[in-house]
């Protein structure tokens, strides 16, 4: 009996420490409640997929719907690690813009996800947080230079055009740009993505740019024959930011470079560093490899 209790309290002494060693998980806040895609489906993926990693506890800020008085949304941005956006909607108040600048100065990070980088083309410090963007009225004499990989290195393109187009939704290769940097430490140099829209002739001030992953645009699939911005991180004041374009529906959201680079780039823009493991089960460079 005396060594039953001695094994008890070792017992509770062992959770004891577990709870006082284990480090809590990191707040990070989904916002989303107006988008040309289906948030109601995507959101629940992304957390999902981001608290599956045991990192992240995940709260979701839902705006009104389109047309909607805006006025009463305020999320508390401060309060979180990282901001995953899949928001592409009506103009947030000037209250929350000015907060969410102040999150991102002072070294909150941010998560772009696909058409995040559709959303408030107007607003510019926004589209310096996410360096390239589509859509929305953009041009390059407007916007910014559209941004490539060419022989080895970024090239910047004046238009003049207009910004964001996709083809087809098919399998593509994603290639590293920049295999060191710790989101995409240790993966494959080429990967084949499920089936998804290739974002090109993304176009924005593209400032405190590093394009992580690119991949080339097929002008058999209506393409630019370039090799287009697919990963990137930015920089804005102390804040990281994560851009990736990919993700276009939840069947796309399946592949495991998706879900592997959104899992290591959200820890990277909420720390600056990533601690995950590298998965077993990730894409070769001619095998898409898809999840539950
Ligand atoms: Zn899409």
């Not at 401060?78 to 002072?106: I, Q, S």
């Not at 310096?128 to 953009?138: D, K, P």
Request: charged share 20%; aromatic share 8%.
């Amino acid at each position: 009996m005396r060594q039953f209790r001695r094994l008890i309290s070792l017992f509770m002494a062992m959770l004891l420490a577990g709870a006082l060693f284990a480090r809590p998980p990191r707040k990070v806040l989904i916002v989303d409640g107006q988008n040309n895609h289906a948030w109601r489906e995507t959101t629940p993926v992304l957390k999902k997929i981001l608290e599956e990693t045991g990192l992240f506890q995940v709260d979701v800020a839902t705006s009104p719907p389109a047309g909607g008085d805006m006025s009463g949304f305020r999320p508390d941005f401060a309060a979180y690690r990282a901001v995953v956006l899949n928001y592409n909607g009506d103009p947030w108040p000037a209250g929350t813009k000015a907060a969410f600048e102040k999150y991102v100065r002072r070294g909150g990070g941010v998560v772009s996800y696909h058409a995040a980088d559709n959303a408030f083309p107007e607003w510019t410090a926004y589209n310096e947080m996410t360096a390239l963007g589509g859509w929305g009225g953009r041009t390059t004499e407007k916007s910014g230079k559209m941004a490539r990989f060419r022989d080895g290195k970024l090239a910047l393109d004046s238009g003049p055009a207009n910004c964001g187009h996709h083809g087809a939704r098919l399998p593509f290769v994603v290639t590293l740009r920049d295999p060191n940097h710790p989101i995409v430490t240790g993966l494959p140099r080429e990967w084949m993505h499920a089936a998804d829209e290739l974002y090109d002739s993304l176009c924005g001030p593209a400032q405190d740019l590093n394009v992580i992953a690119t991949a080339h645009s097929d002008p058999a699939n209506r393409g630019t024959d370039q090799n287009e911005p697919m990963l990137m991180t930015v920089r804005y004041g102390k804040g990281r930011i994560f851009h990736t374009t990919l993700g276009h529906d939840v069947a796309a959201m399946r592949c495991v470079g998706f879900i592997v680079t959104l899992q290591r780039g959200t820890e990277w823009a909420a720390t600056g560093k990533v601690t995950q493991k590298l998965p077993t089960d990730f894409p070769t460079a001619s095998q898409v490899s898809l999840r539950q």
